[in-house]
């Protein structure tokens, strides 16, 4: 029972380099969520997808972009990394729009920009 | 818009202590509730829920009340281990599709 796979676990950039984290969900939910997670900061939106074919910003999306691929995947796209962009980043699944329901989450990517 | 407040951490205790991680809400009618923990290296998990108003949710010996009366849903445990050492974080539903969480409680145990 995989739930939310994450890849990479970890990855080291220079400034300006650009790459994608994949996420893959198998429990059929129709929502995802890429959130990134910094010290005393809790977690932040980035971009989220209700539903296949759809998505939205959350509260941080500048430098980001995403593609729902299909209903299982969620991709983020860092396109000229910056420092300030280190960071842990979390993919998350959801029914949500089913009634509220809890949300699901891989093990995260810790990327670091030098 | 809907909102949460935990307080912060660090909390030390000792093996066998009581806890208590204090949240509060603010919200648009009586949302559900939930716990998260995060363990070192890992991503969330859902600890507990409570879907109503005067709900208990619990699980793993830890348990939180939903109390409307003081918008609170405060996690509880009556005697902790070293294995409960991790970043435990309230949430609450925004909108139809969004979750809010609180910036997280760092709990570390001795033993």
């Known amino acids: 029972n995989a739930g939310v796979t994450q890849t990479p676990k970890f990855q080291v950039l220079k400034t300006g380099q650009s790459m994608t984290l994949q996420c893959a969900q198998d429990?059929?939910?129709?929502?995802m969520y890429w959130y990134r997670q910094d010290p005393g900061m809790g977690l932040r939106l980035i971009y989220y997808?209700?539903?296949?074919?759809?998505?939205d910003k959350g509260e941080v999306p500048n430098g980001y972009n995403v593609s729902r691929l299909n209903k299982r995947e969620f991709s983020l796209r860092l396109e000229s990394a910056a420092p300030s962009q280190t960071s842990v980043y979390f993919c998350?699944?959801?029914?949500?729009?089913?009634?509220?329901?809890?949300?699901?989450f891989g093990d995260g990517t810790r990327l670091s920009i030098l | 818009g809907n909102s949460v407040t935990q307080m912060e951490g660090p909390v030390t205790l000792s093996e066998e202590a009581f806890l208590t991680i204090n949240c509060t809400y603010t919200a648009t009618g009586y949302p559900s509730l939930f716990w998260y923990v995060q363990y070192p290296g890992e991503g969330l998990q859902l600890l507990l829920k409570?879907?109503?108003?005067?709900d208990k949710g619990s699980n793993k010996g830890f348990e939180a009340t939903y109390r409307k009366e003081t918008t609170s849903f405060h996690l509880e445990k009556g005697s902790v281990q070293v294995s409960d050492s991790a970043v435990y974080f309230c949430?609450?539903?925004?909108?139809?599709?969004?979750?809010?969480f609180g910036t997280g409680t760092r709990l570390k145990v001795l033993a």
């Open positions: 409570a879907t109503k108003a005067d």
């Open positions: 949430a609450l539903p925004s909108g139809t599709y969004k979750y809010i």
């Open positions: 429990m059929n939910h129709n929502s």
């Open positions: 998350a699944s959801s029914d949500r729009g089913q009634g509220v329901r809890p949300q699901h």
């Open positions: 997808s209700a539903s296949e074919g759809t998505t």
